[in-house]
């Protein structure tokens, strides 16, 4: 089966042109920094419009793509912060072939990784290892990834920046350590808005020391759990193969 999939779908909607207008501002490789209103008003785009994270995925794409790195890596600033504020809808599209396609021809030889910088390919390889650990879920994000590795393109797994702008956890259940904690349950939902570097940077770190506790309490209840466990089924059903 080849990796690469072929294109398709919906034809364009109205609200392209506005998704179009703002991520240009937001891309706009003459100016340094983040231009983080443009970047809030792509967001809002993409979650009024029923199609939105589908199209917005297409034109990001294309940004990444980019010959130009810095237009290529404020385009991968605007997907991480789509992936932490725009939901579900987002994640479903991002986690397809079609949108993880788009993204390994920035690192194959074959196509476009014979012109982007290694400094926007070493951004894209985060993002993709990102995904495996804040989605362990979607099958095809951790194929892709482990596709790369086994065909040498990725080397090793990155090691992520504290400022790494990261997505939520998934929904907790009740009674979680956050729901005992009501100060920190709400000082995380705070950072967890900001666009401010430094705000993401403390959120990764309250969240790092909440997984670490949580995994302390895990492994005692381990054994537990263990002898009440189902054999699963492996996850790696459907592999792609070479690029």
């Known amino acids: 089966m080849r990796f ?45 419009d029923s199609e939105g994270p589908l199209f917005a995925l297409r034109l990001l794409a294309h940004k990444i793509q980019s010959p130009q ?9 605007v997907l991480e912060t789509c992936v932490n504020n725009c939901g579900d809808r987002f994640h479903s599209e991002m ?10 021809k920035v690192l194959s030889p074959k196509y476009y990784g014979i012109w ?20 362990p ?5 951790q194929d892709a990834y482990q596709m790369l590795k086994k065909q040498g393109i990725v080397k090793e797994d990155p090691k992520l920046p504290e400022d790494k702008i990261l997505p939520p956890p ?18 995380l939902a705070r950072l967890l808005k900001s666009s ?18 949580v995994g302390t309490l895990g492994r005692s209840l381990f054994a537990a759990m263990e002898s009440g466990r189902e054999p699963g089924h492996s996850v790696f059903d459907r592999r792609p193969s070479v690029l």
Do not use: Y
């Open 69 to 77: 790195e810095g237009e290529a890596l404020h385009a991968l600033t």
């Open 137 to 141: 879920q979607e099958v095809k994000i």
């Open 196 to 213: 401010h570097p430094e705000d993401l940077r403390a959120a990764n770190r309250l969240i790092q020391s909440v997984v670490k506790e």
């Open 95 to 104: 986690a397809k072939f079609r949108f993880l396609n788009e993204l390994i």
């Open 116 to 135: 982007s910088s290694e400094k926007v390919k070493s951004r894209v390889v985060e993002v993709i290892f990102s995904w495996t650990v804040w989605f």
């Open 170 to 187: 998934s929904p907790r259940p009740q009674n979680s350590i956050f729901d005992t904690d009501e100060e920190k349950s709400k000082l």
């Open 4 to 48: 690469l999939l072929g294109r398709g779908g919906p034809e364009p909607m109205a609200g392209t042109a506005e998704l179009e207008r703002w991520l240009n501002k937001a891309t706009d490789p003459s100016i340094p920094g983040e231009n983080w209103e443009c970047i809030q008003q792509f967001c809002n785009q993409v979650n009024a």
